[in-house]
């Protein structure tokens, strides 16, 4: 999801990382089938910032790129 680009919605379809990391990121929003939308970044590229169920929450790239969406 890291490579979305701003502006941009697709749809969640699941997680690549570890139960623990797949866990947090589920209880912060982002749950497959959920549309997600990349709203900006930070000038130096991280953190990055989404809109996921309706509230803007601000990951760490190497979080983001956990997260699988749709092509």
Known sequence: MDVLPAGETSAIVGFDSDDVVARRLFD????PGETVE???RAPLGDPLMFRVGGIEIVLRRAEAHRILVAA
């Not at 912060?28 to 749950?31: A, R, S, V, Y």
């Open 28 to 31: 912060l929003g982002f749950t």
């Open 38 to 40: 990349r709203l900006r």
